[in-house]
C-alpha cells in the first residue's frame, strides 16, 4: 500500500484556518516535508521537520507531529485566495535521501 | 524561483523517440534527483547524482538513464518512448543527501503522441 497517504480534497473560506493532514506507515522517517505546487508550476518547499521535533511554526504556517500515531499536519492561518493549490506531504530516511511523496492534497479557498 | 533550472519546459514527441531532459541544480548543491509525476502514478523518485557518482535507484526504468557532470548538470535520457512515459520530470537538487531539503525546478512536461 500507499506510504504516505493524503485526503484528496479540502475547500475552506478565506480568511479561515486551514489543516491538511497526512499520515505515513514507515516509523524510521526522519524527515517529513511540505511542498506546495500551483497549477502549471514546480514543487515549492514549504517548509520540513525533523522527527525529534514536535512542532514547528514558520509565519502563518504551523507543522505538527505526532510519531506515536505517524501524523503530520500542515496548519495554514487565515488562508487566502493565492493559497489554493497543491500540497504534498513527503517523508525521507537518513540514507539516500529520496522522498516518497503522498498523493496530494487539493486545497481550493473560496472567497 | 528556487535556482534549479530544467529545459526544456515543454517536449512534445512520438512513441519510439529518444529525448533529453536538461537540469542546472542550485548553486552549491552537490545533489541532484529525478522525480517522475503522472496522473495514474504520482510523484515517484527516479534516482539521484551526488557530486557525479549515482547515489540511489528508484522506479526507474531500464530506457531510462542519467548522469551528472563535472560542472554538476544533470541530464535525465529517456529513449524507446512509449505513451505511457508522457508525465511531468522533475529535477530537485540539495547541499548533500542527507536529509537537506530538496528544492525543486519547474519540471518538464513531456508528451508523447
Known amino acids: 500500500g500507499e506510504d504516505v497517504e493524503q485526503s484528496l480534497f479540502l475547500s475552506v473560506r478565506e480568511g479561515d484556518s486551514s489543516v491538511i493532514n497526512c499520515t505515513y506507515t514507515?516509523?524510521?522517517?526522519?524527515?517529513l516535508y511540505w511542498y506546495k505546487q500551483e497549477p502549471g508550476a514546480g514543487l515549492q518547499l514549504l517548509t520540513y521537520?525533523?522527527?525529534?521535533?514536535d512542532m514547528k511554526q514558520d509565519q502563518r504556517l504551523t507543522v505538527l507531529l505526532n510519531k506515536k500515531d505517524k501524523h503530520l499536519s500542515l496548519r495554514i492561518a487565515d488562508t487566502q485566495t493565492g493559497d489554493s493549490a497543491i500540497y504534498f506531504c513527503?517523508?525521507?530516511?537518513?540514507?539516500?535521501?529520496?522522498?516518497?511523496f503522498g498523493g496530494g492534497t487539493r486545497l481550493m479557498v473560496k472567497p | 524561483d528556487s535556482g534549479v533550472t530544467q529545459t526544456p519546459k515543454h517536449l512534445i514527441t512520438a512513441t519510439g523517440q529518444r529525448v533529453t531532459l536538461r537540469c542546472s541544480p542550485r548553486?552549491?548543491?552537490?545533489?541532484v534527483y529525478w522525480y517522475q509525476q503522472s496522473l495514474d502514478q504520482g510523484l515517484q523518485f527516479l534516482i539521484q547524482?551526488?557530486?557525479?557518482?549515482?547515489?540511489a535507484k528508484g522506479n526507474i526504468l531500464e530506457r531510462f538513464s542519467a548522469q551528472q557532470f563535472p560542472d554538476l548538470h544533470s541530464e535525465l535520457n529517456l529513449s524507446s518512448l512509449e505513451l505511457g512515459d508522457s508525465a511531468l520530470y522533475f529535477c530537485?537538487?540539495?547541499?548533500?543527501?542527507?536529509?537537506?531539503?530538496?528544492?525543486f525546478g519547474d519540471g518538464t512536461r513531456l508528451s508523447i503522441l
Open positions: 547524482y551526488y557530486n557525479g557518482e549515482e547515489r
Open positions: 514507515d516509523s524510521s522517517s526522519t524527515y
Open positions: 530537485a537538487s540539495s547541499v548533500t543527501g542527507g536529509g537537506q531539503p530538496q528544492h
Open positions: 513527503a517523508e525521507s530516511k537518513n540514507a539516500g535521501n529520496m522522498l516518497t
Open positions: 521537520i525533523f522527527s525529534n521535533m
Open positions: 548553486s552549491g548543491d552537490l545533489s
